[in-house]
């Protein structure tokens, strides 16, 4: 069955760097574009950034723009999200997400990042 | 930015009620909606896409309808298990996709 299983969460400091990875097994992973998404805690869904199947084009949030870059590797069915200058408002938990579609049909269980001072 | 309101934001309904959360766009985004289901600690799960679309392995009871910019959640018969938070997302170009603000559907 589909799995997607993130990776790389847990406690930074402010201003420091944090590299997160997506899993993919049980779907044709270079076939799909994915996303990262996170919610902050009791908070809502929050789009952060989106890669093409074949990682030729890439767009991120204003909220992360120059300081988070997605990408992936096909050959080892994994995504990834490279984080710097960490800020408290990037506390969540991030979500990789696999679209067919303009949609998000795949979620994994989600990492959490908590960036403290 | 196009941004998304949900209505309303929590809702208090029984098992086998009917209910429906409303997600309107600040500009006409064509059928661009889809509705997600989370339950706490877990993932958001697709349930319609395209405004209409129901997702393979969802209820027959949850259905969705709408498009420019007035959309509707409706499910026919509540069951237990649909108490949850729910989220609709505009995916109308160019980017970014943006997600309304919940509604938590909690058991009177």
């Known amino acids: 069955q589909v799995q997607l299983v993130e990776s790389g969460g847990g406690v930074v400091q402010f201003g420091r760097s944090l590299r997160l990875s997506c899993a993919a097994s049980?779907?044709?992973?270079?076939?799909?574009?994915m996303h990262w998404v996170r919610q902050a805690p009791g908070k809502g869904l929050e789009w952060v950034a989106v890669?093409?199947?074949?990682?030729?084009?890439?767009h991120n949030a204003d909220s992360v723009k120059g300081r988070f870059t997605i990408s992936r590797d096909n050959s080892q069915n994994t995504l990834y999200l490279q984080m710097n200058s960490l800020r408290a408002e990037d506390s969540a938990v991030y979500y990789c997400?696999?679209?067919?579609?303009?949609?998000?049909?795949?979620w994994g269980q989600g990492t959490l990042v908590t960036v403290s001072s | 930015d196009i941004q998304v309101t949900q209505s309303p934001s929590s809702l208090s309904a029984s098992v086998g009620d009917r209910v429906t959360i409303t997600c309107r766009a600040s500009?006409?985004?064509?059928?661009?909606l889809n509705w997600y289901q989370q339950k706490p600690g877990k993932a958001p799960k697709l349930l319609i896409y395209?405004?209409?679309s129901l997702q393979s392995g969802v209820p027959s009871r949850f259905s969705g309808s709408g498009s420019g910019t007035d959309f509707t959640l409706t499910i026919s018969s509540l069951e237990p298990e649909d108490f949850a938070t729910y989220y609709c997302?505009?995916?109308?170009?160019?980017?970014?996709?943006?997600f309304g603000q919940g509604t938590m559907l909690e058991i009177k």
């Open positions: 500009q006409s985004i064509s059928s661009s």
């Open positions: 890669i093409s199947h074949d990682g030729s084009n890439k």
């Open positions: 395209a405004a209409s």
């Open positions: 997400a696999g679209s067919s579609g303009n949609y998000f049909d795949y």
């Open positions: 997302q505009q995916s109308y170009s160019p980017l970014p996709y943006t």
């Open positions: 049980g779907f044709t992973f270079s076939s799909y574009a």
